[in-house]
């Protein structure tokens, strides 16, 4: 059985897509499972052992070019794929498993997506999480709402490369004989969703005061917060904290988070990877929600404030005031933390 799934375009997304890789593997042990990602999806897609092969996608975010996913679809064919999951509700999403000629096509009621698809599941808001709308689509459109719940759905589980996590370590001198404690002080999404570098920065003094090292880890867009939260610091707490952002590959920053006791993450990317590598996550929310998008794992605090225009799910606040991130105090995120850590699971974690 070859199946091909249209991947997200996210990172946080397709981490949480192999829950549906699981699932059907789950099924039928012996499938084969490609997935068609954008390029910056495959290192992970290559941590997942659901996966046979991750396929580039060529063309890029947004755009349509109707005759490369023509010819996209032609060079597939020759897999004889007998069943395509199109994960993004986009139409041209779901045009390539139609050119590919693939006899079943699954998905969600999206934009324009009826003649693209022939299993379309009608209203995925029928789940409230995003992992249960993925998930799902293993099942039956008869049997998916009594088979799958939050609770029942596999968590992602990245693997590891020990060799490359002991090289990277080494790299950047950071000890694998003290803690780690990573600090993902980005988002992709937008502004809203970034708890300020100032209050990062207190969390890190503290940290490396009870004698963890500190990694900051995000992209290059991240340095300029990176560097606010490294400025921020004595000459000694310095020596203990390492600005990653930028600096890593994405497979080099699994590894690493993974080296990571525990992790505090905005919503964003990285807090999935994390999540899926099995370290601990304090998880904070500002515009967005953990009732859509948690951290999958079982050793997870959640922090939010609880104004009343939250969560307002915009990039940027529409209010002017941030007040859902302003308004979160580093000592109520810290007190979290010490009640995750304080727990007989947090200490499951080893290099």
């Known amino acids: 059985m070859n199946i091909l799934i249209i991947g997200p375009s996210w990172v946080g997304d397709m981490v949480m897509s192999q829950s549906l890789y699981k699932r059907l593997k789950e099924q039928n042990p012996d499938a084969q499972i490609d997935v068609l990602a954008p390029a910056w999806c495959k290192p992970i897609l290559e941590r997942m052992p659901e996966v046979n092969r991750a396929i580039e996608m060529p063309i890029g975010h947004g755009k349509f070019s109707f005759s490369e996913r023509w010819k ?17 509700n986009s139409a041209k999403s779901a045009l390539i498993p139609l050119f590919a000629k693939v006899p079943k096509r699954t998905g969600w009621k999206g934009e324009m ?14 789940f409230q999480f995003m992992v249960e709308r993925y998930a799902a689509l293993a099942h ?17 589980a990245l693997n590891v490369d020990n060799k490359n996590q002991r090289a990277c370590l080494q790299r950047f001198s950071i000890s694998p004989d003290l803690p780690i404690v990573g600090l993902c002080p980005g988002a992709e ?16 003094k503290q940290l490396i005061t009870e004698g963890n090292q500190v990694c900051l880890f995000g992209g290059p867009k991240d340095k300029s917060v990176t560097e606010g939260i490294v400025d921020a610091l004595s000459e000694h707490q310095k020596s203990m ?11 080099d920053a699994v590894d690493l988070l993974a080296a990571c006791h525990t992790v505090f993450s905005n919503d964003s990317g990285l807090m999935h990877v994390a999540a899926a590598v099995n370290a601990n996550i304090v998880a904070i929310y500002g515009s967005s929600s953990p009732m ?25 606040c529409p209010l002017g005031h941030l007040d859902c991130l ?23 974690h080893e290099i």
């Open 72 to 88: 996209l679809g032609k060079s597939l064919r020759d897999n004889r794929y007998s069943h395509a999951y199109i994960l993004p």
């Open 113 to 126: 997506r009826y003649g693209l698809l022939n299993d379309l599941r009608p209203d995925r808001k029928v």
């Open 140 to 156: 039956s459109k008869s049997s998916m709402l009594s088979e799958v719940t939050i609770d029942n759905v596999p968590h992602p």
């Open 189 to 204: 999404f937008g502004p809203a969703k970034r708890w300020p570098e100032q209050h990062y920065a207190y969390i890190a």
């Open 241 to 251: 904290c390492f600005d990653l952002a930028g600096e890593t590959s994405l497979v």
């Open 292 to 316: 859509y998008t948690p951290p999958l794992s079982n050793k997870v605090r959640i922090v939010n404030t609880d104004i009343k225009c939250r969560p307002c799910f915009k990039r940027e």
């Open 326 to 348: 302003n308004k979160l105090m580093p000592q109520q995120v810290l007190s979290a933390y010490h009640d995750l850590i304080s727990t007989p699971q947090w200490k499951d």
